[in-house]
C-alpha cells in the first residue's frame, strides 16, 4: 500500500496526483490511499471532485495533527508511506517535481524489486 499525505493547498500535492493517478491505474498490485491533512472538509471534497480522485481518501478533519499523520511523521507534504504485505515501511519519502512525472512509480517499483512494466 501507498499511503500518501497531501493538501489541497500545497502545489507540490497537487501536482503529485497526476502521479498518483497513473500509479492506481496501472499498478494493481499496489493499493493508493491518500490522507487529507486539509482541515476543512468542503475544501477537500472540491479538490478531490477536481482531481478526479479514484482510489480510497480518508479525511478527520484533524489537519496536519490527524493521529495518521503525526505516527508516520508526514512533516512535508506530499508524504509517500509505502507499506509492505507484511504491515512494515518500506519506504518514506516527501515531496513531488512535476518534471519527473513517473517518480512515484518508479520509486515503488524500486522498492518491491521490479523494474518497468
Not at 505516527?71 to 512535476?98: C, E, H, N, Q
Amino acid at each position: 500500500m501507498l499511503l500518501t499525505f497531501a493538501s489541497s493547498g500545497c502545489g507540490a500535492s497537487q501536482a503529485a496526483y497526476e502521479g498518483l493517478s497513473n500509479l492506481h491505474a496501472t499498478l494493481d498490485s499496489v493499493q493508493v490511499v491518500t490522507y487529507s491533512v486539509d482541515v476543512r472538509q468542503a475544501q477537500w471534497l472540491a479538490n478531490s471532485q477536481e482531481k478526479q480522485i479514484k482510489w480510497q481518501q480518508i479525511w478527520d478533519g484533524a489537519g496536519p495533527y490527524g493521529k495518521a499523520n503525526i505516527l508516520y511523521g508526514g512533516d512535508g507534504f506530499p508524504t509517500f508511506v509505502l507499506i509492505g504485505p507484511d504491515r512494515k515501511i518500506m519506504a518514506k519519502w516527501s515531496g513531488y517535481s512535476p518534471k519527473y512525472p513517473n517518480s512515484i512509480k518508479e520509486k515503488v517499483l524500486k522498492c518491491l524489486g521490479g523494474g518497468d512494466d
